[in-house]
Structures are given as C-alpha cells and as structure tokens.
C-alpha cells in the first residue's frame, strides 16, 4: 500500500472512531454489514471473527449466487474494537465493509 492510501486509510479509521464515540455510550450495540464474494470460505471467515462475541449474523445469497451479504450485530465495547474488527475483516479478498 503506498504512502498516500496509508494515510487517508488511517484518516477514515481516526474520522470513524471520533463519530463513534460521539454518537453511542460504550458498550454499545453495532451492526456490521459486509459484502463478500461466495467462493472459497470468506463467509466463514466473516462469521469466525466474530466468534464467542454472542453475535446475531445473517447471511443472505446475492440473486445470482456470487455475492453474500453478511449482517452482524454485536455488543462492542469501545470504538477501537469496532475498528480493530473492520481492519481485521479488510484482509479478505473482495470483501466490501458498509
């Protein structure tokens, strides 16, 4: 990743943790949506980071089957831990965070 991607990456982290902390009383409720491409195990990656946390995940299948959208809503106890997630998740090929 080149220097200037880096530092707007790290910019919308610092922008997300700031409207975070300013719009909820931690520990809070967080819903999570992710796109991933239905191939290989990215659904199960998804839904093993979130592990042991007593997430509510659903899941549903694009019209073609190429794509699956993934819905976690989870108990978090900070706004780091929600970015710490986000960034733990961007290591799966193809996955779009919304």
Do not use: H
Not at 45 to 58: L, Q, S, Y
Not at 60 to 77: A, E, H, L, R
């Amino acid at each position: 990743m080149d220097k200037e991607k880096e530092k707007e990456t790290a910019e919308f982290y610092e922008r997300l943790k700031t409207e975070l902390d300013r719009s909820n009383t931690w520990p809070a409720e967080y819903l999570f949506k992710f796109i991933v491409p239905s191939i290989n195990d990215n659904v199960l990656k998804v839904e093993d980071a979130f592990n042991c946390m007593g997430a509510v995940i659903k899941t549903t299948k694009s019209k073609t089957g190429k794509f699956t959208s993934i819905s976690v809503d989870v108990t978090m106890k900070d706004a780091q831990e929600i970015i710490d997630k986000y960034q733990e998740l961007a290591t799966i090929k193809g996955i779009v965070s919304l």
